[in-house]
């Protein structure tokens, strides 16, 4: 059992703790918006996530990695001929609650409007190319996509 003067700083902490929870409260926090807004409106995200198969070596998921990630900077708009993926992030998951279903990779990216997400899925050569690429490295893939704010 702690001693009483240790129980007396722990209860000091929680005083303090409670005291700034109710002097500082959430409410000002808008709720109604986006943690990470997209840069339009129309914004779209899109969620990829891999799986790799078992004979994958460290090399080549680390390759897989690095190529999707490069897609940001690699994937051209036909028009303006500048990187159109305006966000790209990603890395391993750790999520604890072992709800993942074998997803061990998670990437995110951004488009500004369905046009660009479009051309990126249907047209885009650099996007394409990488997609035929990674058959032999990923077991599975999932991909889910959003815009933030619409239910």
């Not at 690699?74 to 303006?80: M, V």
Request: proline letters at 7%.
């Amino acid at each position: 059992m702690p001693s009483k003067p240790t129980l007396a700083i722990i209860g000091a902490i929680s005083v303090i703790a409670l005291f700034s929870l109710f002097k500082f409260p959430f409410s000002s926090l808008n709720h109604t918006e986006p943690l990470f807004p997209p840069s339009s409106k129309d914004g779209i995200v899109h969620i990829v996530m891999f799986e790799f198969k078992e004979e994958a070596t460290a090399e080549q998921v680390t390759d897989v990695c690095d190529r999707m990630l490069a897609l940001k900077q690699k994937c051209l708009h036909p028009t303006t001929k500048k990187p159109y993926v305006k966000m790209g992030m990603g890395g391993k998951q750790n999520s604890p609650e072992g709800l993942t279903g074998g997803m061990t990779h998670i990437f995110v990216e951004e488009f500004e409007n369905e046009q660009d997400r479009e051309y990126y899925l249907n047209k885009d050569p650099v996007h394409l190319a990488f997609v035929k690429s990674i058959g032999d490295v990923v077991k599975t893939a999932q991909v889910v996509d959003f815009t933030p704010g619409v239910f």
